[in-house]
């Protein structure tokens, strides 16, 4: 059985009772305000039809070729049949901010009930994590956060959706939750210390500087999270020529390597290598040890930088 609120009746009836051209409004003549009628109509038989999916597409069509208020207030109305309430309040708030023209009389009426019961359908998620930083998280692929913070309140359209959380150094986290309509649901994230037996790892160069690690990724200026132990092989092109170094990542060690223009008359690249070494759930005090390469050798350097 099709639910209908009683906006969507009283939408359907006027549509059904008057003409479009008495809907139209002053000036509804060009090409584009036509093509947006016709596309009005066939959307509106749609909805008649239960073909909500086309009805949606055409009245999207619609707005494109012209932007007025009777295509936006049906397709706040489709959308909320669809069981897509927040989709439903993007457009339907549009309308009430002036976007699609002036809306007033028994139309605002008819329009503040709409949003009423739109918003009273929208589910959200009160995502939350400990640890403060930089962080990305997105609901079914949407990016919804990317700021510093602990904490996200995200509107949703109530169903099964996916949240993934992402930082720089951390693995991503995915959580599936199940939101009904009109509730607020919480999702907790925890930005762990890396596992046990994990090691941290961080490359830098000039932000031009493709940097490439075998089984740890690859990025423009910065290379940085944690792996299983083992030796890997980095690379980096620097004006076409390609560089090459293995690096040793110790069980729950820290590597920081960056890589830096020579300052003198080598046409080497410097490669300044600290590892930080200690178990990092004990908090024991890190060892550096330092060298530089040039052409291929290998050269002491003061770890202290001086």
């Known amino acids: 059985m099709r639910y209908y609120t ?4 009283a939408l359907a009836l006027a549509l059904s009772a008057l003409a479009l051209s008495a809907l139209a409004p002053p000036g509804f003549a060009r090409a584009d305000e036509a093509e947006g009628r016709r596309l009005l109509e066939e959307a509106a038989a749609a909805r008649e039809d239960g073909r909500l999916l086309d009805a949606e597409r055409l009245l999207r069509a619609s707005l494109a070729e012209h932007e007025w208020t009777y295509p936006a207030f049906l397709l706040g109305t489709v959308l909320a049949e669809m069981g897509r309430p ?3 309040l993007v457009v339907l708030e549009a309308l009430e901010e002036g976007r699609y023209g ?3 009389g028994r139309a605002a009426r008819e329009l503040a009930t709409a949003l009423d019961e739109a918003r009273a359908r ?3 998620l009160e995502v939350r994590w400990e640890r403060a930083g930089p962080t990305i998280v997105r609901v079914d692929g949407e990016l919804v956060f990317d700021a510093e913070g602990t904490a996200a309140d995200v509107p949703v359209n109530p169903g099964r959706r996916i949240v993934t959380a992402e930082r720089v150094g951390f693995p991503t986290i995915e959580r599936v939750v199940d939101a009904a309509p009109g509730a607020r649901v919480a999702v ?5 210390a890396a596992a046990e037996g994990q090691a941290e790892y961080r490359f830098t160069a000039d932000a031009d500087v493709l940097i490439v690690g075998d089984g740890l990724g690859r990025g423009v200026g910065l290379l940085a999270g944690r792996a299983t ?5 980095i690379t980096w092109s620097v004006d076409g020529e390609r560089r090459a170094r293995d690096v040793d990542l110790s069980p729950d060690a820290r590597l920081s390597l960056r890589l830096e223009r020579p300052t003198g008359g080598d046409d080497g690249w410097l490669v300044a290598l600290g590892i930080g070494l200690g178990v990092l759930a004990a908090g024991a005090a890190a060892a550096l040890i330092g060298f530089a390469v040039a052409d291929g050798q290998s050269v002491p350097i003061d770890p202290t930088g001086t």
């Open 229 to 233: 132990p083992g030796r890997y092989a």
């Open 188 to 192: 907790a994230l925890a930005f762990d």
């Open 102 to 104: 002036e809306v007033e």
């Open 6 to 9: 009683s906006v969507n009746r």
């Open 122 to 124: 929208v589910s959200v």
């Open 86 to 88: 927040r989709d439903a």
